[in-house]
């Protein structure tokens, strides 16, 4: 098992245990994967303005990956959970020859469903959308569907969609 930074001492009951804890399982889902991973360390304080655009850099011959990890309990991820920064940055480096970026947005409510919205999709909608959220519905047409497994706890998820986008 990958070991991870635990944010604190014990478990909490706040809104940002749930995204820990998916990112736990999607960090453990590389393990055997003969695949680069780095976790980017979170400056939840915004220390000196720090910002960073994604959760995860990945690279698996002969692509760099850039994913940022949202999770919700909505029928939708609000906008106001993803900074602008992120989207454009995300946007701007999947540009890139070799380079693919973008979200993966995970719907704890509904049967934990787990999609990649690479950032060529996700930045148009984001700028342009009527409404101010990417809906569940949308991003079942729109995304890459990352299918999981229930392990006794905690989920694992199979990472070969997301390779093959």
């Given at each position: 098992?990958?070991?991870?930074?635990?944010?604190?001492?014990?478990?909490?009951?706040?809104?940002?245990?749930?995204?820990?804890?998916?990112?736990?399982?999607?960090?453990?889902?590389?393990?055997?994967?003969?695949?680069?991973?780095?976790?980017?360390?979170?400056?939840?304080?915004?220390?000196?303005?720090?910002?960073?655009?994604?959760?995860?850099?990945?690279?698996?011959?002969?692509?760099?990956?850039?994913?940022?990890?949202?999770?919700?309990?909505?029928?939708?991820?609000?906008f106001s959970n993803i900074s602008h920064?992120?989207?454009?940055?995300?946007?701007?480096?999947?540009?890139?020859?070799?380079?693919?970026?973008?979200?993966?947005?995970?719907?704890?409510?509904h049967d934990y469903q787990t999609f990649?919205?690479?950032?060529?999709?996700?930045?148009?909608?984001?700028?342009?959308?009527?409404?101010?959220?990417?809906?569940?519905?949308?991003?079942?047409d729109n995304g890459i569907f990352l299918?999981?497994?229930?392990?006794?706890?905690?989920?694992?998820?199979?990472?070969?969609?997301?390779?093959?986008?």
């Amino acid at each position: 098992m990958i070991i991870y930074e635990q944010q604190g001492k014990g478990k909490t009951k706040n809104k940002t245990a749930h995204g820990k804890i998916f990112e736990l399982e999607f960090l453990n889902s590389f393990q055997g994967n003969n695949i680069f991973f780095q976790r980017v360390k979170d400056d939840t304080l915004r220390y000196k303005n720090v910002q960073n655009f994604c959760d995860f850099i990945c690279f698996s011959y002969p692509h760099l990956y850039l994913l940022e990890l949202k999770t919700t309990k909505q029928k939708s991820l609000p906008f106001s959970n993803i900074s602008h920064f992120q989207i454009d940055s995300l946007f701007h480096y999947s540009q890139y020859e070799g380079i693919k970026a973008g979200l993966v947005i995970n719907f704890r409510s509904h049967d934990y469903q787990t999609f990649l919205l690479p950032a060529e999709i996700a930045y148009p909608y984001y700028n342009n959308a009527d409404r101010r959220s990417f809906p569940l519905e949308w991003v079942q047409d729109n995304g890459i569907f990352l299918p999981s497994t229930l392990a006794r706890t905690r989920y694992r998820f199979d990472i070969s969609p997301l390779l093959n986008f």
